[in-house]
């Protein structure tokens, strides 16, 4: 059973604001933070917006003040607020969990630091 569901994307046009969903409740292990990714064709995935289980939050300069990332723990559901959208910010979408907590620090770190991820929900920009 997939842990992590994705949901929320859609097609919006340039100007635009979508909200993304990320469930968590099937999921059975500590979570030391929890993050955002995306990935646009032919590009590499990389980090949106972080969150640590301290309520912490660091978002990408590419997204910063158009995007928030947060949390609600009683609906074990992880939320990322995306207001002024463009083009560029095509790509699928990824939620992301770490239940290792063998690196730390509270900067947007690589895929390969988190070990658990969502199915992906794609967002389409248009001019």
């Known amino acids: 059973q997939v842990e992590l569901v994705e949901s929320g994307g859609g097609s919006v046009k340039a100007g635009e604001s979508l909200r993304l969903s990320c469930d968590f409740a099937?999921?059975?292990?500590?979570?030391?933070?929890m993050a955002w990714f995306r990935q646009a064709p032919g590009k590499e995935r990389e980090a949106v917006a972080i969150?640590?289980?301290?309520?912490?939050?660091i978002v990408a300069d590419s997204v910063k003040g158009r995007f928030t990332i947060s949390q609600d723990n009683a609906k074990k559901a992880l939320y990322l607020q995306m207001n002024s959208l463009k083009p560029e910010d095509t790509a699928m979408y990824y939620c992301a969990a770490d239940a290792q907590g063998l690196y730390g620090g509270k900067f947007l770190r690589g895929p390969e630091t988190y070990n658990y991820w969502g199915q992906g929900t794609q967002v389409t920009v248009s001019s």
């Open positions: 099937r999921f059975s292990y500590r979570i030391y933070c």
């Open positions: 969150i640590d289980s301290d309520g912490s939050t």
